[in-house]
């Protein structure tokens, strides 16, 4: 049933993690200084730095994590079934009509 959906498994997780590690510093957890660009930047482009009154650093912590990992496992999988899909096409392209 889902053996046509494995291939986005790993862009999926790449994206919760990814989102993660953008909101680490809520859950209290330090990253180290190189590592804070790539997170900034690559792993979750989706992602805002929001600054808010209200719940504790915890709670936003797992709130932005599902929000904006959701939306970044959406962005990666987009890119990874396009990237698949164009690669399958691509080699049905090439290896033309089967008999």
Do not use: Q
Not at 5 to 11: F, G, N, Y
Not at 22 to 28: C, D, N, T, V
Not at 41 to 64: H, K, Q, S, W, Y
């Amino acid at each position: 049933m889902f053996a046509g959906k494995r291939p986005l498994v790993l862009p999926i997780g790449i994206g919760y993690l990814g989102a993660a590690l953008r909101y680490s510093g809520l859950a209290g957890f330090d990253l180290p200084a190189w590592l804070r660009p790539v997170t900034h930047d690559v792993a979750c482009p989706p992602c805002v730095n929001l600054t808010m009154i209200g719940p504790p650093p915890l709670v936003r912590f797992f709130g932005e994590t599902v929000v904006f990992g959701t939306l970044n496992a959406l962005l990666f999988s987009i890119v990874a079934w396009l990237i698949f899909g164009g690669v399958r096409r691509l080699g049905r392209a090439v290896a033309g009509p089967t008999v």
